[in-house]
Structure formats: C-alpha cells, structure tokens
C-alpha cells in the first residue's frame, strides 16, 4: 500500500524559529494536506495543496506540493509557543481514501 | 454546528468484554471514517463508508466492525476486546466530490483493554 515518510520524528525549537518539516511518499499523489492536532484534541485542518507546484499560505504557514507529486513541504515562520502540537501530513491518489504520515511533534522553547 | 462528536470520551475495558463508540455529525457530510491513534504510528484508518448503508475496510480493520444506518452516524463496534485495541480512536467525516477532501475531525475516544 501507499507509504508516507514524514520527518522530522520531532523538534525542538526557540521560539521566534523557523520550522520546516516534509513527507515524501512512495507513490504520486493528486491532494496532499496538513493537519495539526493539539494535545487531547483531533486534528485540524491547516492547508489543503491539489496542484502540481501549488504554494499556499495560512498565516505564518506555508506549504507547497511538490513538483514530482511524490513529496509536499510545510513552513512555519517565526514560531510561538502556540504553534506547540503535532504536525501531520496526509495524502491520496485517485479515489483511494487519505493516507497520514506518523507526525512531527513540535516543541517551542519560550 | 456541533460538528463532529464523539461518544464515549473515555472507556476502560476487559478483555473478551464488546463495546460500540459512537461518532455523530451533524454537517450532513456524506463520507465517514473511523482511524486509531497510536504512539509513533500516526492515523490509520480501520473502516470507512461513502454514505448512508455503505461500509469499506481501512488499513487495519481486524477485530471491529462498522455499520452506517443513518447519514449522520457511523457506529465502531468492537466485538471482544484484546489489549492490543487499546488506543485513541478519531472519526471523522468530509463532502463527497473533487478537491473536498477536508476531513473534520471528532475530540476523540481514549480506549484501554485491560
């Protein structure tokens, strides 16, 4: 089946960073997305990419889907301790349903 | 909007003993999902249905079954317990259609089989 490779496992930064973190896949994808999920909560939607080459932005966060299909980029600019939680990207090709990556937990030192 | 809600919040089981989580919504999305949470494991889907009466087997489905009789309820029924069920499990529910596939996304059900 489709396999996601997410990394960073897990950061910790200052806060005030910048933060990048990818997910490459072993097959091409037409959607990829980002969720974040907070402690004790489910997961929340934060960019949705459907385009070759797309770049879109949310706030302080930017995420692209990459040119081959294969892989998808999230930034965070200048981070809070709010930003704090893990990080998870999702993708899927043709009619098959989403397939997540493990997460990348986020820590932000104050 | 309520969105999506999930019942129970907790749960503590033994082994052998059944149960059924509860995963209600109220956005009259035609697409439903149940996945479990693991540590270091991410989400993986275990059943999911594309609308009112439908059901599809997920990634690890073994051990649950799932039954969609209403549009805005999707049922998780684990027939006999084993610890290896013990995990946080999320539903979820998105619009059918291209590009729609946001998925909303309940509080969770935090599951321990003893």
């Known amino acids: 089946g489709q396999q996601l490779n997410q990394s960073p496992q897990s950061m910790f930064i200052q806060e005030g960073e910048d933060v990048s973190m990818n997910c490459t896949s072993s097959s091409i994808f037409n959607t990829w997305l980002w969720y974040k999920q907070d402690p004790g909560e489910g997961p929340v939607l934060l960019i949705a990419l459907y385009k070759a080459g797309e770049l879109t932005s949310n706030g302080r966060l930017t995420a692209q889907f990459g040119i081959t299909r294969k892989d998808s980029f999230l930034n965070i600019s200048a981070s809070i301790p709010s930003d704090v939680g893990i990080y998870f990207c999702?993708?899927?090709?043709?009619?098959?349903?989403?397939?997540f990556g493990k997460g990348t937990r986020l820590s932000v030192i104050a | 909007n309520a969105g999506v809600t999930q019942t129970p919040k907790f749960r503590v089981l033994k082994t052998g003993q059944s149960m059924t989580l509860l995963c209600a919504q109220d956005?009259?999305?035609?697409?439903m999902y149940w996945y479990r949470q693991d540590p270091g494991m991410g989400l993986r889907l275990i059943h999911y249905s594309v609308g009112e009466g439908t059901t599809a087997k997920g990634e690890v489905p073994d051990g649950y079954n799932v039954s969609r009789l209403k549009k805005q309820n999707f049922l998780l029924g684990l027939e006999s317990a084993a610890p290896s069920q013990t995990s946080v499990y999320f539903c979820a529910s998105c619009v059918s259609g291209v590009n729609t596939d946001t998925q909303y996304f309940g509080p969770g059900t935090r599951l321990t089989v003893l």
């Open positions: 999702a993708g899927r090709s043709g009619n098959t349903p989403l397939v």
């Open positions: 956005m009259n999305h035609e697409y």
